[in-house]
Structure formats: C-alpha cells, structure tokens
C-alpha cells in the first residue's frame, strides 16, 4: 500500500493528546483552510464559534496561546505552530492549530488558590486572637478577617448564656462581607432557641455536630430563619472546650446551589475547635482578673488595718516610753538624797532597831536607784538613743579589769572565778564600757544562780570574732526558758529570795546587738549554763 506523507501525517495527529488540526492560510487574503483534523479536534469544536475564532486570530496575525471558555464550563487552550513542506519546486507553509481540554487542571490550579487563601485567612485570624489580651476585642477583627478569605458571606459567633432552662446565646460577632446583607435576627439573641423553633439545631450542636443546612432542607419551623437573613445556604459549628460547650460559630452564603465542600467543612471545624481554646483562655483571664482584683482590695483591706493598728502601737510605745523616762527621772533625784541621807544619818550602836530600820532605808534605796538606772538604759537601747564610744584594745585586758569588780561579790559567796584568755593576743574596736556592763552582768548572774566552787570565764578569737563566755555549774536554764529570759522583766523562780528586776539580760542582749553582736545561752538542766558573747573585731 503507498503511504504519502499526508497520509502518515494524519495518521500521527490521531495519537496526540490534544484535538490537532492543520490549515492552510492564504497570507493576502487571510483565508484559511483546514487540510487535516483529527477526531479529538471534532469533538472538542463543539459548544464554541471555532470558525470566527480563527479568523480574528488569522486577521490580526495573533499565533499567541490563547484560553477558550465554552459554554458548558469546558476550558480549552489552543496555540498555532509553522512547518513547511516542499511541494513543486518551492517549499509550501501549513499552520498546525491545537486545542487541548485543560478544564480539570484549571479547576485544580483555581483549588489550590482558593485553598491557599483561605488558609492565609485562618493563620491570620489566629494571629490576631493570638496577640489580642481580650477575646471580646479581638474576634470582630479577626472573623472578619476569616471571613473575607472564605466562599461564605457572613460569619457569626454566638456566646452560649443559658438563663435558667432556656437556651439562650449571646451575639459576640456578627459580621458581613457586604452591608446589603442582613443582620442576624435579633431573637436569636434576646429568646429561648426552643421557642424559636429550633430545638433540632441545639440538639445537634450539644452533641458536637456540625450543621450544614440549605433553605430547601430546612423545617418549616426553621424556615423564618433563612426568610429574616436571606441566606441559602447556612453552617453551624459547635464550640467546645473539653467537652464543655461555650458557643456557635455560624456561616452564611447567600448564593444558592452552592453546597459547602466536604473538605473546606473540615477547616471551618479545625477554625471552630481554635475558637474553643480562645473562648476558654479569655474565660480563664476573666476569672483569674477578678480573682486578682478581690484578693487586691483584700490585701488593700488588710494593709491599711495593719497600719492602723502599727500606727497606734507605736502611739502607745511612744505614750510607754514616755512616761518610764519620765518618772525614772523624777524618781532618781528623790531617791539619790534618800541613798545619801540614810548614809550621812548617826544613830547610837545602842538603838538596834533604829540601825536595822536605817539599813532597810538604804538597801531599799539602793535597790529602787538601780531598777531605775536600768530602766532608763532600757528605754535608750529601745529608742536607739545609745551612743557607742569605740576604742581600740584588748579584750584580755577589758576582762581582767572586770574581774577585779566582780571579785567582791564572788569572794562573798566563796566562789572562784577561773580566767583564760585568749592564746592569740589581738586589738578589738568597740566600745569598752558597754562590753564590760554586758559581762557584769552574765558573771554577776553566774555568781547569783549558782553555788558551786568556781565559774569559769574564757575568751578566744576565732579567726575575726571574739566569743568571751562565762560558764557556770549552776540550775541550768530549761530549753523553753532559754528565749524567754532574754525579754524584758523575766525573772525564773522568783521567790524574793535572789535580787534582781528581770532586765540585766534584755540590756546586755540589746546592747551586744548595738555593737554587731549577739549573747548567745546553751544550758541544760541540773549542769550549768554557758552564756557566749559573740562581738566582731570591727564594728561595721
Ligand atoms: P535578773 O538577774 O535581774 O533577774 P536577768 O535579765 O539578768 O535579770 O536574768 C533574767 C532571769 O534569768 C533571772 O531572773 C534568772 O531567773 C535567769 N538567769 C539568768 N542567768 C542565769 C544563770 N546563770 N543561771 C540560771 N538562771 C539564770
């Protein structure tokens, strides 16, 4: 069989994959031609003027790609190309013109596009939510924002308020991407949802459903609804929380036979499910503000009774300290001249009980000047009114000379007072006369508690501390007395028979703190007692 070239030609279009047609065109008069169609070419003619088409082209010599919209939706793409043949003594040139049905790869090219956006849509919303502190101010921004990148027309959310038993909600956003649209109804806001007609869509939405709804699928109790808001075709979607349900977010689109697709439900869902975490959060904050708020006043309640009740102690305080300053005063000049004259007074070593009466005058003189003397060092110690003299010396020293004044009252109950001092001789700076008051104190309450053979008093250094103890084997001091002697006026045991006012040790502790230090006790019961005076080398 001869095969000519036009044969086999026509025989190789019929393989391609778009309807492929070869002209002819008559370059002066514009006429064209077809020499050779295939049958993909013939079935894709139809639905389109194929004939004036290529005649505009071919007028215009437009060979561009160009797109074709059939009526019935097909898209065609068509595109021309040159090729010459040589015929006779010449070559001759033919035009091959294509056109191919790219409908189903422009759908999915305008898909993905569509998909696209409203993805942007979404993460912008949520960005919004995101850095707004107010789920209240935010959301009409940012479901507007959603709104606009999706096929729907209106967008709602609806705060779920049940007042007692009705299913009542709450219009938080209603927005449109157009005004000619009507708002919600107010009813959906201001009745109970059962009485509107609508039990079926709270019962659906209770139990976590999504409602997808058009006009003509509606109850006709439902129908007011798409009636008041002109809507075709509407979306509900549950908004949840752990299970809790907060509220609906609604959807609108007013054109009708456009059903919502399967998989742009799912995003309106994981958009919903966002929503639930946004609505809780805001909740959390709300609760968690007025908490803040109560326990504010509270605390602001509370704070102000403390000062009320900070400023009279201090009142009082002041009233105390006062009056003791005031009296010890008044009462130390009168006492001086009834030490003195009792002292001056000769009555005959004959009148016994005249002698006796006298000394009564005297101790009891001495006695009351000494209670006072403290109490006024007392109050200067409370006040901060003690002046600290510093001096440089050695403690070894400041010791000694304490012993010899202590010494007396020592030798008088027969006791020994063993001294160690320090193994390394070394400066202190601090103030001499307040120290030597301090271990005044701690031996003559050595002397006066105990009744053994000897106290023992040491001093040592360690390393930039000075500890100077005294020890005695005396009563001991039980554990929950030990703080207690160190307030003021606590005396243990008192049964007159032991001199003493129960101050000795708060002085010695306030002042051993003035100079950076502190008095510390360890004691046990039945063993004797160690009182430490801890001091620094320097005062700082
Ligand atoms: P005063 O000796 O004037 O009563 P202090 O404040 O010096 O006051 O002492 C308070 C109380 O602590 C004393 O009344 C006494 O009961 C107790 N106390 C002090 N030193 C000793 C001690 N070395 N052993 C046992 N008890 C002591």
Redesign the pocket.
């Known amino acids: 069989m001869p095969l000519d070239a036009w044969s086999l030609l026509k025989a190789s279009l019929e393989g391609d994959e778009s309807g492929t047609s070869i002209l002819s065109i008559d370059k002066t008069t514009k006429k064209f031609e077809f020499i050779l169609r295939n049958k993909l070419f013939d079935t894709l003619e139809f639905g389109f003027d194929l004939n004036s088409f290529l005649t505009k082209k071919i007028e215009n010599s437009d060979y561009s790609r160009e797109l074709i919209y059939k009526t019935d939706g097909t898209i065609l793409e068509s595109h021309f190309g040159k090729f010459t043949v040589p015929e006779e003594s010449k070559n001759k040139e033919y035009t091959k013109f294509c056109i191919k049905d790219i409908t189903a790869k422009q759908r999915q090219e305008e898909d993905i596009a569509w998909r696209l956006r409203f993805e942007i849509g979404v993460a912008s919303s949520i960005q919004i939510l995101i850095q707004q502190p107010s789920i209240r101010e935010g959301l009409p921004h940012a479901l507007y924002q959603l709104l606009y990148f999706t096929e729907m027309d209106s967008i709602f959310y609806l705060k779920y308020e049940p007042i007692e038993s009705q299913t009542r909600f709450q219009i938080w956003v209603n927005e449109r991407k157009s005004t000619k649209y009507p708002l919600l109804p107010k009813e959906c806001q201001n009745s109970d949802w059962y009485e509107l007609g609508l039990s079926r869509w709270v019962h659906k939405l209770k139990k976590e459903k999504t409602i997808h709804l058009t006009k003509e699928r509606a109850l006709a109790r439902e129908k007011w609804f798409f009636d008041q808001t002109q809507a075709e075709t509407l979306l509900l979607i549950p908004v949840l929380f752990e299970n809790q349900f907060l509220g609906v977010m609604g959807f609108l689109k007013y054109k009708p036979n456009t059903p919502i697709k399967q998989e742009n439900l799912l995003i309106y869902q994981t958009v919903s499910r966002w929503m639930g975490l946004f609505v809780q959060r805001d909740l959390d904050l709300t609760e968690i503000n007025r908490y803040k708020s109560t326990l504010e006043s509270l605390v602001l309640e509370r704070t102000l009774d403390l000062t009320k009740t900070k400023e009279e102690l201090e009142r009082a305080y002041r009233a105390k300290t006062e009056f003791l300053a005031h009296m010890s005063h008044e009462l130390r000049t009168p006492l001086n001249s009834i030490i003195g004259f009792s002292k001056l007074i000769q009555i005959p070593d004959s009148d016994k009980t005249g002698k006796e009466y006298l000394n009564y005058i005297y101790t009891g003189g001495t006695r009351l000047l000494n209670m006072i003397n ?1 109490i006024l060092g007392l109050m200067k110690i409370e006040s901060g009114q003690i002046k600290i003299q510093l001096t440089t010396f050695k403690p070894e020293d400041l010791c000694r000379q304490t012993l010899e004044l202590i010494q007396p009252q020592a030798n008088a109950k027969g006791m020994d007072i063993r001294f160690k001092p320090p193994s390394q001789s070394k400066n202190l700076t601090s103030d001499s006369g307040k120290i030597q008051q301090i271990l005044l ?2 031996l ?3 002397i ?3 009744n053994q053979a000897y106290i023992e008093f040491d001093c040592h250094w360690d390393s930039d501390n000075l500890t100077i103890s ?1 020890r ?1 084997f ?4 039980s554990e929950e ?1 030990q703080n207690r ?2 307030h ?1 006026f ?5 049964d007159g028979n ?11 502790q306030g002042l051993a703190v003035r100079l950076g230090g502190h008095i510390e006790l360890t ?1 046990q019961i039945g063993q ?2 160690n ?1 430490k005076l801890k001091l620094p080398e320097l005062i700082k």
């Not at 606590?490 to 008192?494: A, I, K, V």
């Not at 032991?498 to 010695?508: D, N, P, Q, R, V």
């Open positions: 403290e104190n701690l003559s309450n050595a006066k508690y105990s005294v005695d005396g009563p001991g001091i007395d002697i160190f003021t606590t005396r243990l045991n008192d032991i001199e003493g006012t129960g101050l000795g040790l708060s002085i010695s004691s004797g007692s009182f």
